[in-house]
């Protein structure tokens, strides 16, 4: 069961640059990250994944189904849909999860989505739907 709730309220363009940063600290702590995206998200996200930084990536791949893994020990795989091809503790939501799929993260991490109403009314949906839940989801604001 999920036992933390984050919403990141960030301007749309720093979408990417906030799954990345999330997904090399995942790496470099040997955890197990799920990057939910849209599909026509996938292929921008794999690249800058690859390119974010000059000195190094983040080794990842994407996956759709549950047992289509290249790499067996792949520990960041980016998604379009609701399977947990790894055995991750963290979902990022880019793209929303149904809830009962996210719940069986340890940690969730989703985006408020300021794209169009209709997507802002469904991040608060998730918002309110968490709530109540009693996870208590925490707002994190940046620039």
């Given at each position: 069961?999920?036992?933390?709730?984050?919403?990141?309220?960030?301007?749309?363009?720093?979408?990417?640059?906030?799954?990345?940063k999330?997904?090399?600290s995942?790496w470099?702590?040997k955890?197990?990250?799920?990057?939910r995206?849209?599909?026509?998200e996938?292929a921008?996200?794999?690249?800058h994944?690859?390119?974010?930084?000059?000195?190094?990536?983040?080794?990842h791949?994407?996956?759709?189904d549950?047992?289509g893994?290249?790499d067996?020990?792949?520990r960041?795989?980016?998604t379009t849909r609701d399977?947990?091809p790894?055995?991750?503790?963290?979902?990022?939501?880019l793209?929303?999860?149904?809830i009962?799929?996210?719940?069986?993260?340890d940690?969730?991490?989703?985006?408020?989505?300021?794209?169009d109403?209709?997507?802002l009314?469904r991040s608060?949906e998730?918002?309110k739907?968490?709530s109540?839940?009693?996870?208590r989801p925490?707002?994190?604001?940046?620039v």
């Amino acid at each position: 069961m999920t036992a933390r709730v984050t919403f990141y309220d960030i301007p749309h363009e720093r979408r990417f640059a906030l799954a990345a940063k999330l997904a090399a600290s995942a790496w470099e702590k040997k955890k197990h990250l799920i990057l939910r995206c849209h599909p026509d998200e996938a292929a921008a996200l794999d690249q800058h994944l690859w390119t974010f930084r000059e000195e190094s990536f983040v080794p990842h791949e994407i996956c759709d189904d549950a047992t289509g893994l290249l790499d067996p020990e792949a520990r960041v795989v980016i998604t379009t849909r609701d399977v947990r091809p790894i055995p991750a503790e963290v979902l990022f939501q880019l793209a929303p999860a149904e809830i009962e799929f996210a719940r069986a993260f340890d940690s969730v991490i989703d985006i408020v989505d300021h794209t169009d109403p209709e997507r802002l009314l469904r991040s608060r949906e998730r918002f309110k739907t968490w709530s109540d839940l009693d996870l208590r989801p925490e707002v994190k604001k940046t620039v």
